[in-house]
């Protein structure tokens, strides 16, 4: 019966273990002993073979998991640009809208007998929003800058099968240029409020043959429609005046001088047209960020969804695995317990022949060869 019982916790082992196999004058704590080691090992085996059997869904689920996990740091990037851009497109109506109750208040100031209309400091107020507008078109944090140009863009994924789309910018750029009668052109530099003249475009530094700042006689004598005339240092004892062609780029709102200095209602007007028709372009953009944030959300929650499902199910697999495993430990402890309790129980029954036994060596002799 302890061979039957303790075989199949030694299977594996060296040999099997009796209660009287190689010395017959085996100790009791020696063959405890044997015992315990011989269950510790034989509980390592069957411990091992039970988590390898649970290993390969653990892996298959860390896997997907991590999977998962590289699909949305892919969408976080994507989104951390739709965001970032939505939030400079939202700083930018916000500076249109300035300009419009600038444009609104010179309005009243004109026509206020009580107030000493100074155009100059609405010009300086609209230049310094335009400046604005024009640095958060140009400045951004990430990557990809949508709102340069139309060829800008951002991919972001659709599916964990690595599929992808692409989401287009459009170009916002505040810049205009004048080419006049000569065939040379008139760039402004909205930073420092200078007007350069080219003879080529494009053009590389050392180019420049004319320049002159905005305040220093840059006036606008008539503008219609793309036709523009402006004279150049009107202040000074050799005023220059010019003839051309006006070109807008981006959301077409000019600088002030091109409003002439918001000096008459009827160029503040015009400014109001082209701020208003500004802000609805904006307003189209903000829509299209609109719908693609609402897109790549959804896209985000399942994405989160898959991943609670694959950690949940892990952990579920693990749960699963510790319980038999326990269970496994238990039953060997079990068989355990009963070997030892045969064990004890043989060795008494044992004792009690050898105490019948005569002391003879013949009786030894006759004793071990009957047990």
Same mark, same amino acid.
């Given at each position: 019966m302890v061979n039957g019982i303790f075989g199949a916790l030694m299977a594996g082992t060296s040999g099997q273990l009796t209660v009287f196999n190689t010395n017959r004058n085996v100790s009791t704590q020696k063959l405890t002993n044997q015992l315990s080691a011989g269950?510790?090992?034989?509980?390592?085996? !069957?411990?091992?073979?039970?988590?390898?059997s649970?290993?390969?869904?653990?892996?298959? /689920?860390?896997?997907?998991?991590?999977? /998962? #996990?590289g699909y949305r740091k892919d969408l976080d990037a994507s989104r951390d640009v739709i965001s970032n851009t939505r939030k400079r497109l939202e700083g930018i109506l916000s500076r249109l809208d300035n300009m419009i109750i600038n444009v609104n208040k010179a309005n009243e100031a004109e026509n206020d007998p009580e107030v000493n209309f100074l155009p100059a400091g609405y010009a300086a107020a609209h230049d310094s929003n335009l400046r604005q507008i024009d640095d958060l078109i140009k400045t951004t944090r990430t990557q990809e800058n949508l709102l340069l140009s139309e060829s800008q863009s951002v991919r972001y994924p659709v599916s964990l099968s690595g599929i992808t789309s692409l989401f287009y910018g459009t170009d916002l750029t505040t810049?205009?240029?004048? !080419?006049?009668?000569?065939?040379?052109?008139?760039?402004p530099d909205i930073d420092t409020q200078v007007m350069k003249k080219y003879e080529n475009y494009p053009f590389t530094e050392g180019d420049v043959s004319v320049s002159t700042v905005y305040k220093q006689g840059l006036t606008l004598d008539n503008i219609s429609g793309d036709n523009v005339d402006f004279t150049v240092g009107a202040d000074s004892a050799s005023p220059q005046s010019?003839?051309?062609?006006?070109?807008?780029?981006?959301?077409?709102? #000019? @600088?002030?001088?091109?409003?002439?200095?918001?000096?008459? *209602?009827?160029?503040?007007?015009?400014?109001?047209?082209?701020?208003?028709? +500004?802000?609805? %372009? /904006?307003?189209? !953009?903000?829509?299209?960020?609109?719908?693609?944030?609402?897109?790549?959300?959804?896209y985000d929650g399942l994405s989160t969804n898959n991943l609670r499902s694959a950690r949940r199910e892990k952990i579920e697999i693990e749960a699963e695995a510790a319980h038999a495993i326990a269970q496994k430990q238990s039953e060997m402890v079990q068989q355990f317990q009963s070997v @030892?309790?045969?064990?004890?129980? @043989?060795? %008494? #029954?044992? *004792? =009690?022949? =050898?105490?019948?036994?005569?002391?003879? *060596?013949?009786? @030894?002799?006759?004793? *071990? +060869?009957? %047990?």
């Open positions: 269950f510790e090992k034989r509980v390592t085996e !069957e411990v091992t073979n039970l988590k390898e649970y290993t390969s869904e653990t892996n298959s /689920i860390k896997r997907e998991e991590d999977r /998962i #996990l810049g205009y240029h004048i !080419e006049d009668s000569n065939g040379d052109f008139w760039y010019y003839s051309g062609t006006l070109t807008r780029t981006g959301l077409e709102v #000019l @600088q002030s001088w091109l409003y002439d200095g918001f000096s008459n *209602s009827t160029s503040r007007d015009r400014a109001l047209e082209d701020m208003n028709a +500004a802000k609805e %372009v /904006i307003n189209v !953009e903000l829509s299209r960020y609109s719908m693609i944030e609402t897109t790549l959300d959804y @030892q309790s045969v064990l004890a129980q @043989q060795l %008494v #029954l044992r *004792s =009690q022949y =050898q105490s019948l036994i005569p002391t003879s *060596s013949f009786g @030894q002799a006759l004793f *071990s +060869a009957q %047990v």
